[in-house]
């Protein structure tokens, strides 16, 4: 059993407690209460963003090989504690432990070691004489305190994708977990800890997201906020954004198409929605929920989709046997399971799925991997997110109709398109209105390339050197190179002078 942390928010590098109402942490695979903490009130969050105002001057001014060394060692602290930071996740989300040891900590270790190695290479435009009498100089400046919100589905990697990118471009931050799953994200504030980044640069307070979310976001000494939710909260934190002036960055929610067109590897493209409708118990905002496959392939995938989903082991998230195990709770497993009764009563099929397993796992929040059909394009369970193990595959006749219907929803963050015709890959990469789109693929990520979202799924990217354009600000410096005081361009201003 991991060690949990013994407080619930770290700032000015001390573990604190919070003054407000007591909230559980529950492993959803039992409905068992592993750990409480009191939330953080307005008084913990001014005190975290004062740490963090008075951490940024000497942050922002150490160099980038200073920052870089820090974050080198904060990758050594992770590796440390790799295996109770994946015990760890897996016990306050109710992932497999499989996903946590070989997905979510490996990948946030990654992140951290991509940005220790990009803190070094902040890119600009060339220095030069733009004007005949004048040096242009770009400077590619930090921002000051960065006020961010992750949810709960990625909770370690949310926590990396928002802080690295930040620090390493010397910011300080103060960073608000989902209120059900901040237990590594206190880890990693501990990993800082022990690596030596400075108190203050980094700091975590917890609580619900209407008070402890509100009293960080409102106030006028951020100098951004990077928002990853869903889309409904995105646009009420882009409101009071707005109100202040305050610069945003908003990765939001997904509805992700999978394209079959009728040349595709069959067998690769069920493999492929299984595995991206249900990794995360669906709980991923760029997971396959809309396969639209070609009219003559569609009895074939549906098939092979409903007899692979049924292999898919449920279990407890602790074995490793374990395939799928339950939703983060037991109210996100009812608002899925309203969603898909709802999808029945007004005219879908579930092919395999539709309810929640009986038997031992009726304790937990689990719900049966689903795949729907019969689905109309209009309807709330092909156009909202789900976020749960569900699949609705919808059958086309032309590959324009195809890419119409992958379109059509308010959503854009990711896609995918499966084929054997080199043309038809790239007609689907540039028609696609998704920020990443897959071919022959559906879910891998990797540091060095960005994650984010176009339409309602929000703006800015995740990862890669691309975050750091949110997460600075440019600067030109233009020099006179002339030494004269009268200025030949006076002239247009004083004539005579
Ligand atoms: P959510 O929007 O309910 O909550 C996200 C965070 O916002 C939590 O920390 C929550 O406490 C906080 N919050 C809630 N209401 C708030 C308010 N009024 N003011 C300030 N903060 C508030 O989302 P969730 O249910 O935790 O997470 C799932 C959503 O996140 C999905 O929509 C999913 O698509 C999205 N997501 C997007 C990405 C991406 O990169 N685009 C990645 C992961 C998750």
Same mark, same amino acid.
């Given at each position: 059993?991991?060690?949990?942390?013994?407080?619930?928010?770290?700032?000015?590098?001390?573990?604190?407690?919070?003054?407000?109402?007591?909230?559980?942490?529950?492993?959803?695979?039992?409905?068992?209460?592993?750990?409480?903490?009191?939330?953080?009130?307005?008084?913990?969050?001014?005190?975290?963003?004062?740490?963090?105002?008075?951490?940024?001057?000497?942050?922002?001014?150490?160099?980038?090989?200073?920052?870089?060394?820090?974050?080198?060692?904060?990758?050594?602290?992770?590796?440390?504690?790799?295996?109770?930071?994946?015990?760890?996740?897996?016990?306050?989300?109710?992932?497999?432990?499989?996903?946590?040891?070989?997905?979510?900590?490996?990948?946030?270790?990654?992140?951290?070691?991509?940005?220790?190695?990009?803190?070094?290479?902040?890119?600009?435009?060339?220095?030069?004489?733009?004007?005949?009498?004048?040096?242009?100089?770009?400077?590619?400046?930090?921002?000051?305190?960065?006020?961010?919100?992750?949810?709960?589905?990625?909770?370690?990697?949310?926590?990396?994708?928002?802080?690295?990118?930040?620090?390493?471009?010397?910011?300080?931050?103060?960073?608000?977990?989902?209120?059900?799953?901040?237990?590594?994200?206190?880890?990693?504030?501990?990993?800082?800890?022990?690596?030596?980044?400075?108190?203050?640069?980094?700091?975590?307070?917890?609580?619900?997201?209407?008070?402890?979310?509100?009293?960080?976001?409102?106030?006028?000494?951020?100098?951004?906020?990077?928002?990853?939710?869903?889309?409904?909260?995105? *646009?009420?934190?882009?409101?009071?954004?707005?109100?202040?002036?305050? *610069?945003?960055?908003?990765?939001?929610?997904?509805?992700?198409?999978?394209?079959?067109?009728?040349?595709?590897?069959?067998?690769?493209?069920?493999?492929?929605?299984?595995?991206?409708?249900?990794?995360?118990?669906?709980?991923?905002?760029?997971?396959?929920?809309?396969?639209?496959?070609?009219?003559?392939?569609?009895?074939?995938?549906?098939?092979?989709?409903?007899?692979?989903?049924?292999?898919?082991?449920?279990?407890?998230?602790?074995?490793?046997?374990?395939?799928?195990?339950?939703?983060?709770?037991?109210?996100?497993?009812? *608002?899925?399971?309203?969603?898909?009764?709802?999808?029945?009563?007004?005219?879908?099929?579930?092919?395999?799925?539709?309810?929640?397993?009986?038997?031992?796992?009726?304790?937990?929040?689990?719900?049966?991997?689903?795949?729907?059909?019969?689905?109309?394009? *209009?309807?709330?369970?092909?156009?909202?997110?789900?976020?749960?193990?569900?699949?609705?595959?919808?059958?086309?006749?032309?590959?324009?109709?195809?890419?119409?219907?992958?379109?059509?929803?308010?959503?854009?963050?990711?896609?995918?398109?499966?084929?054997?015709?080199?043309?038809?890959?790239?007609?689907?990469?540039?028609?696609?209105?998704?920020?990443?789109?897959?071919?022959?693929?559906?879910?891998?990520?990797?540091?060095?390339?960005?994650?984010?979202?176009?339409?309602?799924?929000?703006?800015?990217?995740?990862?890669?050197?691309?975050?750091?354009?949110?997460?600075?600000?440019?600067?030109?410096?233009?020099?006179?190179?002339?030494?004269?005081?009268?200025?030949?361009?006076?002239?247009?201003?004083?004539?005579?002078?």
């Amino acid at each position: 059993m991991p060690t949990y942390p013994p407080s619930s928010s770290y700032i000015a590098g001390e573990l604190g407690v919070g003054g407000g109402s007591e909230l559980p942490v529950v492993d959803p695979s039992t409905g068992a209460v592993i750990w409480t903490y009191r939330a953080d009130g307005s008084a913990s969050v001014a005190a975290a963003i004062e740490a963090a105002a008075d951490a940024y001057p000497d942050w922002s001014a150490t160099t980038p090989a200073e920052r870089s060394k820090a974050l080198q060692t904060l990758e050594t602290e992770l590796e440390w504690i790799a295996e109770e930071l994946a015990q760890t996740e897996t016990a306050q989300t109710g992932k497999p432990i499989r996903l946590s040891r070989e997905f979510d900590v490996p990948g946030s270790i990654d992140n951290v070691a991509f940005f220790a190695g990009a803190a070094r290479h902040l890119e600009g435009k060339a220095s030069g004489e733009y004007s005949a009498d004048h040096t242009s100089t770009i400077r590619r400046e930090s921002l000051g305190v960065i006020g961010s919100i992750a949810p709960w589905n990625y909770p370690l990697q949310m926590a990396v994708w928002k802080v690295l990118p930040a620090i390493a471009a010397g910011n300080t931050i103060v960073l608000k977990p989902a209120e059900n799953t901040p237990l590594t994200t206190l880890m990693f504030a501990e990993a800082c800890e022990r690596a030596g980044i400075p108190a203050g640069v980094v700091n975590i307070v917890n609580g619900p997201g209407p008070e402890t979310g509100q009293a960080l976001i409102s106030s006028p000494r951020i100098a951004m906020t990077s928002f990853t939710g869903s889309t409904a909260v995105g *646009r009420q934190i882009a409101s009071v954004a707005a109100g202040n002036g305050t *610069r945003l960055h908003l990765e939001l929610g997904g509805k992700a198409p999978f394209v079959v067109f009728d040349d595709a590897d069959l067998d690769a493209a069920v493999r492929g929605a299984v595995a991206a409708s249900l990794i995360n118990t669906g709980q991923d905002c760029t997971a396959a929920t809309r396969a639209y496959v070609h009219h003559s392939r569609f009895d074939e995938f549906v098939a092979g989709v409903a007899e692979l989903m049924k292999k898919v082991r449920l279990g407890a998230p602790t074995d490793p046997e374990t395939d799928q195990g339950p939703l983060v709770s037991f109210k996100q497993r009812d *608002r899925v399971a309203a969603m898909v009764d709802r999808a029945i009563r007004d005219g879908a099929t579930a092919v395999t799925g539709g309810r929640a397993p009986e038997g031992e796992l009726a304790a937990g929040a689990y719900y049966e991997p689903t795949l729907l059909v019969g689905a109309d394009q *209009r309807s709330e369970i092909v156009q909202d997110e789900t976020f749960g193990p569900v699949l609705v595959a919808l059958p086309f006749d032309s590959d324009d109709e195809a890419i119409r219907l992958a379109n059509d929803v308010p959503f854009g963050l990711a896609a995918s398109a499966w084929t054997r015709d080199v043309f038809r890959a790239q007609t689907a990469a540039r028609s696609l209105a998704a920020g990443t789109v897959w071919i022959n693929d559906h879910i891998p990520i990797i540091s060095e390339m960005p994650h984010g979202g176009m339409k309602s799924s929000g703006y800015g990217k995740d990862m890669s050197t691309y975050s750091f354009e949110e997460y600075t600000q440019v600067k030109h410096v233009m020099s006179d190179i002339t030494a004269v005081a009268a200025k030949p361009w006076h002239q247009t201003i004083f004539a005579n002078a």
